[in-house]
């Protein structure tokens, strides 16, 4: 008799088991869509940091070296709100120069390039 106890056990735990675990994954899964979703916000490009000001700017000088679209970048570029792009451009390329990194030549060319385009363009009305 205490056989037939045992053997009926033993065939009903990996069933608790495994309803266990789908139990928790359905109530994780409404969790985390219904009761509890995530908060996306985005940031704007005024808002950010200034290490990500600036690698904004670098990755807006590396786009105009493979595309020249002037008025693409400089749109681009006062999202970031500087009160002078031209002075923020040149003032991170002497920043990449003296940082001496493996790329900093190629970014200093690139931050440079669109800073003279920059000052070099027609002022718009």
């Known amino acids: 008799m205490r056989d037939a106890v045992d053997s009926r056990q033993a065939d009903s735990r990996p069933w608790y088991l495994l309803t ?10 409404a969790l985390a869509m219904f009761i509890v979703p995530p908060m996306y916000r985005e940031a704007q490009p005024a808002g950010l940091s200034t290490e990500a000001k600036a690698e904004y700017r670098l990755m807006i000088s590396r ?19 500087d009160e002078d792009i031209y ?17 900093a030549e190629a970014n200093a060319r690139a931050l440079a390039v669109l800073a003279g385009a920059i000052q070099n363009a027609p002022v718009q009305p």
């Open 20 to 29: 266990g675990v789908l139990l928790g994954l359905v109530l994780g899964l």
């Open 63 to 81: 786009a105009y070296a493979a595309d020249p679209n002037l008025t693409r970048a400089a749109a681009r570029l006062q999202l970031l709100g």
């Open 87 to 103: 002075t923020a451009l040149a003032a991170q390329a002497q920043v990449e120069v003296a940082s001496g990194g493996p790329q």
